[in-house]
């Protein structure tokens, strides 16, 4: 499913790209770290009008020229390939958008790309349900328990790490850690200003305001993903965080 996705997405050099002289297929495959040839390989279809992932996968694969040079190493692989190009993102050598997505509709109906919100929604729900379905008695109140409280310390924060990072790569332990963090320094925040609402620090204004937070900061981050679709898609010039 991943791989099918990264394909799908086009490709344009970003502003982080390498300045040096174009490297030849030649060039390229005497270089001795296996990694960095492989980037190289990639921008070298890139800027041979590879527009699009599959193209650069396509090119490479049915290359005979770089299968005859490779006899003493291992082959590349597609995911090979897809990793060169995520690394290469992740360092805004190259941008990555999806070409097919020409509104925001579009991008809220691909589950994949607006996977944000789909989760916060989902887990906003279920947290919902286990709150005012099952009985406060044991042992049901300790799933109330577990499931409230994995709502309150992750689920704001992990929607604000996508609003905030939203194309910086992050491995699974640095976006848990951010998420519990961040969750740790909004949900107190939005406490203190429940206390002094008419509401007060009650069960339903706390579901009320934490679901409605998190599924707003969920739907912003999507938006300002889409947004930056959009401009690589046109081509046009963004400042990045």
Not at 191 to 202: A, C, D, K, M, V
Request: neutral net charge; glycine residues 4%.
């Amino acid at each position: 499913m991943v791989q099918r996705k990264v394909e799908e997405e086009g490709i344009r050099i970003g502003k982080g790209k390498d300045k040096d002289k174009i490297k030849s297929i030649e060039q390229i495959l005497k270089i001795e770290d296996r990694d960095e040839m492989l980037e190289q390989l990639v921008l070298y279809a890139v800027r041979n009008n590879c527009t699009k992932v599959k193209d650069i996968v396509d090119m490479l694969m049915g290359n005979d020229f770089i299968k005859s040079r490779l006899v003493s190493s291992p082959s590349i692989t597609i995911d090979d390939i897809l990793d060169a190009v995520r690394r290469l993102a992740h360092k805004k050598a190259i941008m990555l958008y999806n070409s097919s997505i020409t509104s925001f509709k579009d991008y809220l109906k691909n589950m994949y790309l607006s996977m944000t919100l789909w989760i916060t929604t989902i887990v906003t729900a279920v947290t919902i349900l286990t709150i005012y379905v099952l009985p406060d008695a044991l042992p049901w109140s300790i799933v109330r328990i577990v499931v409230g409280g994995a709502f309150v310390l992750f689920i704001p924060g992990y929607a604000l790490v996508h609003l905030l990072f939203p194309s910086r790569e992050m491995d699974i332990i640095e976006r848990v850690a951010l998420s519990i963090g961040l969750s740790l320094a909004v949900v107190p925040l939005t406490g203190f200003l429940l206390n002094y609402s008419p509401w007060g620090i009650r069960l339903d204004p706390i579901v009320a305001s934490m679901s409605a937070l998190s599924i707003t900061l969920a739907l912003a981050s999507v938006y300002r993903a889409y947004m930056m679709n959009s401009v690589y898609r046109r081509g046009d010039e963004e400042d990045e965080d």
